[in-house]
């Protein structure tokens, strides 16, 4: 089983949709929850990071946390075509130190 | 505030080279981790240097290694280059040490190795 999973896509949703992402991990002493945006032939673009279980928005985008159930989901409302990307979850399992360890990422297509 | 970098862009080898990749952080960031990139294993954690000490280092054969200098600038090198390593190598700065850092990707070096 891997630590972190997500699906890989693609998940299409017409443009001013939400689009809902999610990611399980496997270790419950994981403590902080990543969210980057990668285009396709460009790095990983921090979009949000979450520690306590709940919701946080930033903009059109929201975090959730439910540590209960080993999930961090994302939620990008009003989806533009400009969304289209990898959506790449990430913890730092254990708490080791920067070691962040990444979910295969899931393709976000945005139709207009 | 400038952004990470990393040189060369691009890159590409024979196997049995050896390569250096270069990194410099944000300003004011002293910690630098590697990942590596491919099609297949998505992104892996190489190693992360604080301070000049490497604190955490992912599954990778000794081929792979690094160093931080006293600047936090940071390079990797790979010995014996096999066709496998092949990827999209990305280093991420943060300011300090700990599981709350949030983490900026440099834009990445793509090595091909025929």
């Known amino acids: 089983q891997k630590e972190v999973e997500q699906n890989s896509g693609p998940l299409s949703v017409p443009e001013g949709a939400i689009a809902s992402l999610n990611c399980t991990y496997s270790?419950?002493?994981?403590?902080?929850f990543f969210w980057y945006r990668q285009y396709s032939g460009k790095s990983p673009e921090l979009i949000m990071f979450i520690y306590s279980n709940g919701d946080k928005e930033d903009g059109r985008f929201t975090a959730q946390l439910n540590k209960a159930s080993q999930y961090v989901s994302l939620l990008i409302r009003d989806s533009q075509p400009s969304d289209s990307a990898t959506y790449l979850c990430?913890?730092?399992?254990?708490?080791?130190?920067?070691?962040?360890?990444f979910g295969g990422g899931t393709r976000l297509m945005v139709k207009p | 505030k400038a952004g990470v970098t990393q040189t060369p862009r691009y890159l590409i080898k024979t196997r049995g080279q050896q390569v250096t990749l270069s990194c410099s952080p944000i300003?004011?960031?002293?910690?630098v981790s590697w990942y590596q990139q491919t099609p297949g294993q998505g992104l892996q954690f190489l190693f992360e240097?604080?301070?000049?000490?490497?604190?955490n280092k992912g599954n990778f054969p000794g081929r792979f290694s690094g160093r931080q200098f006293s600047n936090s600038r940071s390079e990797m090198n790979v010995s014996t280059l096999e066709l496998g390593d092949s990827a999209l190598y990305l280093c991420?700065?943060?300011?300090?040490?700990?599981?709350?850092?949030?983490?900026?990707f440099g834009p990445g070096t793509r090595l091909l190795v025929l």
């Open positions: 300003s004011g960031h002293r910690s």
């Open positions: 990430a913890v730092n399992i254990n708490n080791a130190g920067n070691m962040l360890t």
């Open positions: 240097y604080f301070s000049e000490t490497q604190r």
């Open positions: 270790d419950r002493g994981s403590q902080s």
């Open positions: 991420a700065s943060s300011k300090g040490q700990g599981a709350w850092e949030t983490q900026y």
